[in-house]
C-alpha cells in the first residue's frame, strides 16, 4: 500500500467504506502498538491506547486534510492518545515484563544461556535507560531509532520544528549514555 493508497482508502472509509478503513487499521495496527508499548511499557496499556487511536482516528476522517504522509497522521493520534493516558494515569513508564523479553530473546534459544542472559540483563538496562527518559525525549528516540522515521516525520508527529527533533534527539541519547554509564559503569560503554 502506497501513501496515496493510504489517503484513498481514507477518503473511501470516510464515506462508509468499512473495508478501506479495515485495510488502514491493518497496516498500521502493530506499529502503532509497538510505538504505545514503547511509551507505556505495558502491552495491555499499548493495545488499549491503539484501539483509541483508530477510534478517534475513524471518528476524524471526514476533517482530516491531505497534508503530510497518512502514516504521520496516524502517529499524531497514537501520540496525543498515549500522552493523554501518561497524563491521566500519572503512570512513569514500567520496566518491559520478562516474558517479552525471554519471547525476543528465544529465537536465539540455541545460544550459549550465559551470553542469553547477558544479552537479557542489557536489553533490560536499555528498556530502564528508555524509560527514565522524559517523555519527549523518549518519544523522539523511538520514533527515529525503533520505528526508524525520519526527522521531517517526527517533527509532524510531535509538532515541533525538526531543530527541536535534533536536539530532543541528542539530548535522548546524551542521557541514555550517561544512565548506561552509571548502571554498567564506565568501561562497560
Request: aromatic content about 10%.
Amino acid at each position: 500500500m502506497t501513501p496515496d493508497e493510504d489517503w484513498s482508502r481514507a477518503r473511501r472509509a470516510a464515506k462508509g467504506d468499512m473495508d478501506a478503513f479495515a485495510a488502514l487499521v491493518n497496516r498500521y495496527q502493530r506499529p502503532v502498538i509497538q510505538f504505545c508499548y514503547r511509551m507505556t511499557g505495558s502491552m495491555v496499556d499499548a493495545e488499549d491506547i491503539a484501539q483509541e487511536t483508530f477510534v478517534n482516528l475513524y471518528r476524524s476522517l471526514d476533517r482530516l486534510r491531505q497534508e503530510s504522509a497518512f502514516s504521520t497522521v496516524v502517529f499524531c493520534y497514537a501520540r496525543n492518545a498515549t500522552l493523554n493516558h501518561l497524563r491521566n494515569t500519572g503512570r512513569r513508564r514500567r520496566w518491559l515484563d520478562a516474558f517479552r523479553r525471554e519471547n525476543d530473546a528465544s529465537a536465539a534459544g540455541w545460544e550459549r544461556p550465559d551470553r542469553r542472559a547477558q544479552a537479557k540483563d542489557i536489553a533490560t538496562m536499555l528498556d530502564a535507560g528508555i524509560a527514565a527518559l522524559a517523555p519527549e525525549f523518549r518519544e523522539v528516540f523511538i520514533l527515529r531509532e525503533f520505528e526508524g522515521l525520519d526527522y521531517q516525520r517526527i517533527a509532524g508527529i510531535a509538532g515541533c520544528p525538526v531543530g527541536t527533533v535534533r536536539s530532543r534527539l541528542a539530548r535522548a541519547r546524551e542521557q541514555l549514555r550517561e544512565y548506561l554509564a552509571r548502571t554498567c559503569g564506565d568501561g562497560a560503554l
